[in-house]
């Protein structure tokens, strides 16, 4: 069946710092991929997506790369902020906008 | 706009009660979906429906009732409480999108529920 593995955290860096939260998809077909992003006591929202591979999703100087020969989307950032402190989902849809989710990656940014 | 709205915020409930955790939208989404997250477990689905009158199961629904009797209601019922069932609740919505377009889901503020 469908599934996602996200890299375990909690991923602890300092203000400045590059990024990178990996994610690997096991899935028939060609899901949509998401990443949603959870701050302290507040829903999820999306953060980025992409429905096909190749496609780079992007939002707020976050990017992660459809790879269909890798079965990745891993997420980047380039400059971390400590408003970025929060837990980053990686999520594959499996039809009916169903959505299944990693374990989820808490990422805590220090001045 | 208000989006998802789910009620109540949080819960306490005794083992063997019931009780119905509300979820509203005003997006006329199709989709509607319940969740629940765990710690290390991510959010796990429960139930979903793709429109007014229908409902299917997720990977989690024993233990939990809903119907959709409208486009925008869709409510989750927990017939007797477990400890097992203590977690956090997220509804979610998205509309259909198009051919192999997937459409985001719209999310809830969640509901703390702490089953004694």
């Known amino acids: 069946g469908n599934s996602v593995t996200q890299m375990e955290g909690p991923v602890t860096l300092s203000e400045e710092a590059f990024l990178t939260i990996n994610c690997t998809y096991t899935?028939?077909?060609?899901?949509?991929l998401f990443w949603y992003v959870q701050y302290p006591g507040e829903g999820l929202q999306l953060l980025l997506k992409?429905?096909?591979?190749?496609d780079k999703g992007s939002n707020k100087g976050f990017e992660a790369t459809y790879r269909k020969e890798t079965t990745s989307f891993h997420l980047e950032k380039g400059s971390v902020q400590v408003s970025d402190s929060a837990v980053y989902f990686c999520a594959l849809s499996g039809g009916y906008n169903k959505l299944i989710f990693g374990a989820g990656t808490r990422l805590a940014v220090h001045p | 706009n208000a989006g998802v709205t789910q009620t109540p915020k949080f819960q306490v409930l005794k083992t063997g009660q019931s009780m119905t955790l509300q979820c509203a939208q005003d997006?006329?989404?199709?989709?509607m979906s319940w969740y629940r997250q765990d710690p290390g477990m991510g959010l796990r689905l429960i139930h979903y429906?793709?429109?007014?009158?229908?409902?299917d199961q997720g990977e989690v629904p024993n233990g939990y009732n809903v119907s959709r009797s409208t486009t925008e209601d869709f409510p989750l019922r927990l017939l007797s409480a477990a400890p097992s069932q203590t977690s956090v609740y997220f509804c979610?919505?998205?509309?259909?999108?198009?051919?192999?377009?997937?459409?985001?889901?719209?999310f809830g503020q969640g509901t703390r529920l702490t089953v004694v």
């Open positions: 997006m006329n989404h199709e989709y």
């Open positions: 899935a028939t077909g060609y899901p949509s």
């Open positions: 429906s793709v429109g007014a009158g229908i409902t």
């Open positions: 992409a429905t096909k591979a190749d």
């Open positions: 979610a919505s998205s509309y259909s999108g198009t051919g192999e377009y997937q459409a985001e889901a719209f």
